[in-house]
T-cell receptor, first 113, second 114 residues
């Protein structure tokens, strides 16, 4: 089946550790995105990528890093510099960045312990 | 700065009791307005895209409409399985390099009671 696969679904991290969230899509979409969702707030854009080997910061990029070495993959690293990393992280993709529908994966829960 | 405000924050309906959710928005120029459904612990599921004022789209018990300042999601004779959080998002046509970006509202949590 075509779709967006995020892993792991649940992740616990100790303070001071970096963690990487995986996102893979088989929709042949050009653009990929990472959003963060906190209770009572709208989704906020962390990073996005329009093509392989290129990506741009969103509204809340500080403390995060990404790579786009393959069209299908867009992993997100939450670094120890992210002050409040506990959240629900959503990966998404679309055929092109402007005007087309953005589709979401099932999300990853990150908890800092 | 683009803004999206959804109301009410929460809505409880009896099964079969029709109602509407509101999404008010401010953008320089609207490229598209998107409605999503989100179940607890899941990613948002795409419902509709609206591009211009006067446009309407329907899917089962849901109907989305658009004006120059707001969008409504009408729910006709809802069932308990319609219970979810409904998210509205806009894409600004004049954000320059950021024209890809969606600005989301905080959502309306709908509960349909049997």
């Amino acid at each position: 089946d075509g779709g967006i696969t995020q892993s792991p679904k649940y992740l616990f991290r100790k303070e001071g550790q970096n963690v990487t969230l995986s996102c893979e899509q088989n929709l042949n979409h050009d653009a990929m995105y990472w959003y963060r969702q906190d209770p009572g707030q709208g989704l906020r854009l962390i990073y996005y990528s329009q093509i392989v080997n290129d990506f741009q910061k969103g509204d809340i990029a500080e403390g995060y890093s990404v790579s786009r070495e393959k069209k299908e993959s867009f992993p997100l690293t939450v670094t120890s510099a992210q002050k409040n990393p506990t959240a629900f992280y959503l990966c998404a993709s679309s055929r092109k960045t402007s005007g087309n529908t953005i589709y979401f994966g099932e999300g990853s829960w990150l908890t800092v312990v | 700065e683009d803004q999206v405000t959804q109301s009410p924050e929460a809505l409880r309906l009896q099964e079969g009791e029709s109602s509407s959710l509101n999404c008010s928005y401010t953008v320089s120029g609207l490229r598209g307005l998107f409605w999503y459904r989100q179940d607890p612990g899941k990613g948002p599921e795409f419902l509709f895209t609206l591009y211009s004022a006067g446009e309407e789209k329907e899917k089962e018990r849901l109907k989305a409409t658009l004006t120059k300042k707001e969008s409504f999601l009408h729910i006709t004779a809802p069932k308990p399985e319609d219970s979810a959080t409904y998210l509205c998002a806009v894409q600004d046509a004049y954000s320059g390099a950021g024209s890809y970006q969606l600005t989301f509202g905080k959502g309306t949590k709908l509960s349909v009671i049997p």
